[in-house]
């Protein structure tokens, strides 16, 4: 069974640095897929990043960008010039192509963004 | 698109009491998901549809949990008789076709039993 760990339960960072969440997963399939999800105060979760395991090339998506080793399984998520916006629980999630559409979620990271 | 629309946005039922849960999806979208967030035990999947028909229900905690969806725009989740330990924010989210393509999740539903 895949298992999604986030070894991180709470990270601060001050506005305007950069900083990086971990994420690893365990899988044996080879083909499948990651994301990360932002759920802040308002409780609405929203997809921040997505990548493919199958390309090599890391996902970047304006200030986000992932850094994907999949030998290691391991999907962390920069986040550049944080901005107060920025604070939320961040949830790394794992969807293997057999798995039928079903997507495993990690216990999430609390990101604090301190002015 | 108004998003996945949920309701209640926050109910509060006594223990014994019917709870039921309602959800729009996204126009279009064929799948849906219901999810259980808590503290404890983070974001579960309880069941997802696609075209109106149940996959996996194998995350639904015990035969208190039923979950329908009559036609491609509604899908509802009940609990009976509730239980305290059901207490917890109760997520829909819908997609598009399969593999890789975002959820899009509806605001929640808090869910308290006293």
């Known amino acids: 069974a895949q298992t999604v760990t986030q070894s991180q339960p709470e990270m601060s960072v001050q506005e305007a640095e950069t900083v990086t969440l971990s994420c690893t997963y365990d899988?044996?399939?080879?083909?499948?897929?990651l994301f990360w999800y932002k759920q802040p105060p308002s409780r609405q979760m929203i997809l921040v990043i997505r990548?493919?395991?199958?390309?090599?090339q890391n996902a970047t998506e304006n200030r986000f960008s992932v850094n994907f080793q999949k030998a290691a399984k391991s999907f962390s998520l920069k986040i550049s010039d944080s901005q107060l916006g920025d604070t939320a629980m961040y949830f790394c999630?794992?969807?293997?192509?057999?798995?039928?559409?079903?997507?495993?979620f990690g216990p999430g990271t609390s990101l604090s963004v301190i002015p | 698109d108004a998003g996945v629309i949920q309701s209640p946005r926050h109910e509060v039922t006594e223990m014994g009491q019917e709870v039921t849960l309602r959800c729009k999806p996204i126009?279009?979208?064929?799948?849906l998901f219901w999810y259980r967030q808590t503290m404890m035990r983070g974001l579960e999947l309880l069941i997802y549809?696609?075209?109106?028909?149940?996959?996996?229900d194998s995350g639904m905690p015990e035969d208190r949990f039923s979950a329908k969806m009559p036609n491609a725009s509604f899908s509802t989740l009940k609990i009976q008789p509730s239980e305290p330990r059901d207490s917890a924010v109760y997520f829909c989210?819908?997609?598009?076709?399969?593999?890789?393509?975002?959820?899009?999740f509806g605001p929640g539903t808090r869910l308290t039993v006293t």
């Open positions: 989210a819908s997609s598009t076709l399969h593999h890789s393509y975002e959820q899009y």
């Open positions: 899988t044996s399939e080879n083909n499948y897929y």
């Open positions: 990548q493919e395991a199958y390309k090599q």
């Open positions: 999630a794992f969807e293997g192509w057999t798995s039928y559409d079903k997507v495993i």
């Open positions: 126009s279009g979208h064929d799948y």
């Open positions: 549809f696609n075209n109106n028909v149940p996959i996996d």
